[in-house]
């Protein structure tokens, strides 16, 4: 058991900034050693359902919603496959660093705590996450789908969204005991959520309960910003999802720093 007093005051913004940043720090400083491979991993898998399902099944489809398949699908194959990073990478590396490598229980006989430790973790696995948006969506500029500026702002969307399934993610990790628990949600809730936020098709050709529903997800929250910002522009909707993802990533944060101080000093 390790015992340890609980940090009563507030510490300046600057300090909590600096003890984030460290953690932050320490992840990417590993990422440069495999930097090649963790690339190849996060881009080139986006890459292949891009030019299977964009291009290939997307020749059978004349227009979505004034578009070619290929324009409504790419928005949505960056924020799910930014997802997909950010929640692998918050749970199966954050559960090695607190389970087997112990580093988090270390980290916090300094003068972090669980909050600076959620936080930084956070980041970067939305670091990675937005990453991975940002490889396809250069690549995918040869082909014609990124030909505006708005490509800068939708990536800010990206990070948002990237920030909320990491937290989650990270609140995974707080709860499951071996690695083969975290499959359970990635069946049972993210990979679904891939499938019904609108990365495929609309959300209009939904069952009438199920359109609604779907609104529940954050991806589709971060479907229909990117979406309409690439393909329409700036829309008062957008402000909403944001919204929404903003409040749902705070949440998340917040909780999984509980969890996580509740589960190293208990």
């Known amino acids: 058991m390790m015992i340890r007093a609980t940090r009563t005051e507030k510490i300046p913004w600057t300090q909590l900034f600096s003890l984030v940043y460290q953690i932050w720090r320490r992840d990417f400083l590993q990422f440069r050693r495999t930097w090649l491979i963790s690339v190849i991993w996060i881009i080139m898998e986006p890459l292949f359902i891009l030019g299977s399902i964009g291009f290939g099944l997307g020749s059978y489809v004349s227009t979505i919603q004034g578009v070619s398949y290929v324009e ?3 928005p949505g194959l960056i924020c799910s496959s930014s997802m997909f990073v950010a929640y692998f990478v918050s749970t199966y590396d954050n559960f090695t660093k607190l389970t087997h490598q112990q580093l988090f229980a270390t980290f916090m006989l300094s003068p972090m705590e669980a909050r600076e430790i959620v936080l930084g973790e956070v980041l970067w696995a939305a670091t990675k996450g937005t990453i991975s948006a940002a490889g396809v969506s250069v690549i995918a500029s040869f082909f014609g789908l990124v030909e505006s500026w708005y490509i800068l702002p939708a990536m800010l969307i990206v ?4 920030v909320v399934f990491a937290a989650f993610g990270m609140l995974v990790t707080t709860f499951v005991e071996n690695y083969d628990q975290i499959i359970y949600p990635s069946s049972g809730l993210i ?3 891939s499938l019904f936020s609108g990365t495929y098709f609309p959300i209009e050709h939904l069952p009438v309960v199920l359109k609604y529903l ?7 929250h971060a ?4 979406r309409a910002l690439l393909l329409d522009g700036f829309d008062g909707g957008m402000v909403l999802n944001c919204f929404y993802l903003i409040v749902l990533a705070y949440f998340l944060v917040h909780w999984s720093a509980v ?3 509740n589960k190293i000093l208990n």
Request: without cysteine; charged residues 10%; glycine residues 0%.
């Open 191 to 193: 990979i679904p959520m």
């Open 72 to 74: 409504f699908f790419y």
């Open 159 to 162: 990070f948002l969204s990237s």
């Open 214 to 220: 779907v609104y529940i997800f954050p991806l589709t």
């Open 259 to 261: 969890r996580l101080n």
């Open 223 to 226: 479907v229909r910003a990117v």
